[in-house]
């Protein structure tokens, strides 16, 4: 069921990046985060609706034609804060296009939001040599909680593709335990090329056994999958990997292009799963 929260604070993390600060009325939704890469929904009214937060989804579907219905957009929980009540959200702005940004550019504090969720199914677990972690700004929050979050004793490599130095923010590693080690390492874009493939490519990994979390542009993750199952040998049982957007679609039509992006990735490796 939907619930709602307030906009407690704003701010821009980075050129790229909103922070989004929310105190929840339901905090006992939040009480166990398993998951690093946890995420809420946004239900968010298009522009222009007529409508706002709290509001039934159903009584809207029935009333409103299509292009009025409230639509859902997954953002990464990056902290809570149980004694506070606060949600902690970063949400990418790509600028002018899409749906999550300019709502999240617009917000002020004092105004509700509808969410659903928390879900999530990636977390850093003992036993493994080596976390590795792989994604552009999307993946950002759910990397950063990760690595704040690795088992004592851990070792870890982080990936991070961003457009400059400007887009780079300061991770708090010194909340790990003492005998984590994080390889934190910011690719930057050259004229709009990533070099997350390459980089990945170009790794030496540690011997042992490895878990990887691979999110962001859906192609790019595709072949880093791809590389990793095929010819590091990473089990897929070890590898959460996920396109959270593609270049050149929009929000609404990368949603309707995932279900058959999906079948393509699966079929990549035939019996290994995404």
């Known amino acids: 069921m939907p619930f709602t ?8 993390l980075t050129p790229a990046m909103i922070r989004l600060e929310l105190e929840v009325d339901r905090p006992e939704r939040f009480a ?3 998951h690093t890469d ?10 222009h609706a007529g409508y706002r937060a ?3 989804p159903a009584e809207i579907r029935n009333r409103l034609p299509r292009d009025q219905w409230p639509r859902a957009r997954a953002i990464t929980v990056r902290a809570w804060d149980g004694e506070h009540r606060r949600l ?3 949400v990418v702005d790509h600028g002018p296009g899409g749906l999550a940004g300019p709502w999240a550019r617009a917000t002020r504090p004092g105004e509700l939001v509808q969410l659903t969720g928390p879900g999530g199914g990636y977390a850093p677990q003992p036993g493994y040599n080596l976390h590795l972690l792989v994604g552009d700004e999307a993946a950002l929050p759910a990397i950063a909680a990760s690595l704040e979050r690795l088992p004592a004793g851990a070792d870890a490599i982080a990936l991070i593709e961003v457009e400059n130095a400007e887009h780079e923010v300061g991770l708090d590693l010194a909340r790990r335990t003492p005998g984590r080690r994080a390889d934190l390492r910011w690719l930057h874009r050259t004229d709009g090329i990533g070099p997350l493939v390459a980089a990945v490519r170009e790794l030496e990994l540690p011997a042992g056994s490895v878990q990887a979390f691979v999110h962001g542009e859906a192609d790019t993750v595709r072949e880093i999958r791809r590389h990793l199952l095929a010819e590091r040998g990473i089990r897929p049982a070890d590898l959460s990997a996920s396109g959270y957007w593609r270049r050149d679609r929009t929000d609404e039509d990368w949603r309707a292009e995932k279900p058959e992006w999906k079948r393509q990735v699966a079929a990549d490796l035939p019996g290994q799963q995404t």
């Open 54 to 56: 709290p509001f039934d």
């Open 88 to 90: 902690t959200l970063d």
């Open 38 to 47: 946890s995420y809420v929904k946004l239900q968010l009214p298009p522009p």
């Open 5 to 12: 929260a307030v906009v407690a604070e704003t701010g821009r």
């Open 32 to 34: 166990d985060l398993a």
